[in-house]
C-alpha cells in the first residue's frame, strides 16, 4: 500500500474515533441525566444516585464497547482494557476535581457510604488479581461452564454491597439538574431511546479500536486501557463535574466509586462472552494495569479515612493518583 494512502487511513481513523467520541459522551451524558431525573422521581438518596442509578448509566459505553471487542471481535486486549483503562482515568480524574473542589482534600468530604464504596472497590480488585495469579501459576480453578468461580465471588459481593448501601440509605437529596415538569413516562421514553443510541455507538467505538490497532501497530492492551478507557470515561468527567457545581462533592466521587465498582464487575459479564475465563488470557500488559488499578483504588480509599486537611489546591491524593496513573499509562506503552 503507499504510504500516502497508509497516512490517509491513519488520519480517517482518528477522525472517525473523534466524531464517534464526541456522540458517544453527548449521548451517554444525556442518559446519565435521564437517569438521574428518574432517581429524583424516586426519592434515592444522593450516595445512592451517585453508586446505582448514574454509576450503571456511565458504565454503559465501557459495557458495549468492551463486550462487542471480546465477543464480536474476539480481542480480549481491548475489551479488558477498556475496564481498566477506565477505571484508572476515573480515579486521575480526582485531581480535577479538587483542583476545582476548593482548598481542602475533596476525598476527605465525602460521606461515610462513598468509604465504604470504596473499600469494596478494593475488595473486588483483590479477588480479581489473586484469581489471575492462581489462574496463572496453579492453572486450577474452578469453571462452571464459560464462567469462572471468581466471576461468581464478584457477583456476590456486589450483591452484598447492593444490601449494605441499601441500609444505609436515606431519603431526601439535592438535585443536580432541574426536573421539567414533563410525564414520567415521556422521561423514560428519551432514557431508553438514549440508551439504545448508545449501544450502537460503542459497538462502532469498539470496531474503531480495532483499527487503531491495525493502523498504528499499538498494543491492544494499550489502546484498550488509555485510548477506550479515556473515551468512555468522559460521561463519567461531564456527570461528575456537574455534581460539584451543584455543590454535590458526595455525589461526584459516588459517581466515580460507583462506576469503578460497577465496570470491574462487568467481567463475569465478559466471562460469558468468552470462550473460557477472561482472567486466564490475560497478558503481562493486562496484569500490570490490573495491579496499578489496584495500587490507586487503594490510595483512594485509604486516604477518605484520613481527615486531616492541608491548604493547597490539590490535595497529597489525588496528585499522587494522577502521577502513578500517568506514569502507568506510559509503562503500558512499552510493554507488549
Known sequence: MP?????????????EFLICGVLLTFFAYNLCKEGVIISDRTHLEEGV???????????????????VAVFALDKVGLGYGDIVGS???????LSALDYFSGKGRILSKVSSLNR?????????????LVSIILRFKTGFMPVFGRVGIESIFIVLIYFVYLRLVHKRSSTGHKSIYHVETESFWNIWAKFILFLVVVIFLGMWMAKISEKIVLSTGMSETFTGTLILGVATS?????????ALRAASIDMAVGNILG??????????????????????????????????????SIIAAGSMFIKKQDRSKIGWDTGLIFIVGSAGFVLLYFIR
Open 3 to 15: 504510504v500516502p494512502l497508509q497516512m490517509w487511513l491513519r488520519v480517517m481513523v482518528w477522525f
Open 49 to 67: 444516585i451517585g453508586m446505582f442509578f448514574l454509576a450503571v448509566a456511565t458504565s454503559f459505553p465501557e459495557i458495549v464497547t468492551g463486550g
Open 87 to 93: 477505571v484508572m482515568a476515573n480515579l486521575m480524574i
Open 116 to 128: 465504604v464504596t470504596g473499600i469494596f472497590v478494593v475488595g473486588v480488585v483483590s479477588v480479581v
Open 234 to 242: 468522559l460521561p463519567e468527567i461531564i456527570v461528575s463535574f456537574t
Open 259 to 296: 462506576s469503578n465498582l460497577f465496570d470491574v464487575c462487568i467481567i463475569p459479564f465478559f466471562d460469558v462472552l468468552c470462550k473460557k475465563p477472561i482472567l486466564g488470557l490475560l497478558t503481562p500488559g493486562q496484569i500490570l494495569a490490573t495491579v496499578l488499578v489496584l495500587i490507586l
